[in-house]
């Protein structure tokens, strides 16, 4: 069966600190690894990786994958309130012919404060 | 436009009801997605339509009916619920086409559905 472990589950930081949100994974058929942010209802997109070793990067936020060791953090610098919110990890399998099969990790759900 | 919309956004109804929920998408996407998320849980597959044929199904209980009227529209059809159902349902596209790279999922906004 597909897992995908966030961790941490939750984490409260003051403004202006550096994150790193972790994600590990056990997928069959792995395809890509996909970041979202969900804050009130609509999951919205952040980083979709496929190669080992490339960071992505947007803004202050960045992520890169190790699929030798099955994982992909993915780091906030310089946090901000409106980086609250649940960070989920998704793993896409291939397989599922031209749709994605996408399975979520729990999610790290962080909080930034003043 | 990349954006998926999906009406409504609350929807209450007793477990004897028939109801449906609606998705749309004009990105020329041509898979389409049901996921279901409870409280304080992540996303969980329910459906995927591919070329606007089903091609997934996860073991979901037949209270649920997806339903593909064409490429831009997703629709599921609800009836005779149990409480366990109340969820956010949120629906999700992506480009999904033969000989394209794949692209991220884009996510609606979802309906939160409370059966009573």
């Known amino acids: 069966e597909d897992k995908v472990v966030q961790s941490p589950l939750s984490l409260v930081v003051h403004e202006g600190d550096t994150v790193t949100l972790n994600c590990s994974y056990e997928v069959t058929n792995f395809r890509s690894l996909l970041w979202y942010k969900q804050e009130k209802k609509a999951p919205t997109f952040l980083f979709m990786l496929t190669s080992s070793g490339i960071e992505k990067k947007s803004g202050r936020l960045s992520s890169i994958l190790d699929k030798k060791e099955l994982f992909s953090i993915l780091n906030i610098t310089a946090t901000q309130t409106g980086d609250s919110a649940i960070y989920l990890c998704a793993v896409d399998r291939r397989g599922t012919g031209t749709a994605s099969k996408l399975t979520f990790g729990t999610g790290t759900r962080l909080q930034v404060t003043l | ?116």
């Open chain 2, 1 to 116: 436009d990349t954006e998926v919309t999906q009406t409504p956004k609350h929807l209450v109804m007793g477990m004897t009801n028939k109801k449906s929920l609606k998705c749309e998408q004009h990105m020329g996407h041509r898979a389409m997605y049901w996921y279901k998320q409870k409280a304080k849980k992540p996303p969980e597959l329910m459906f995927v339509y591919s070329y606007e044929k089903l091609s997934i199904n996860e073991s979901v209980p037949s209270r649920f009916s997806p339903e593909c009227p064409n490429s831009s529209l997703l629709n599921l059809h609800l009836h005779a619920l149990q409480p366990e159902d109340s969820a956010l349902y949120l629906c999700a596209s992506s480009q999904g086409r033969a000989g394209l790279r794949n692209t991220e999922a884009f996510f609606g906004q979802g309906t939160r559905l409370t059966v009573v």
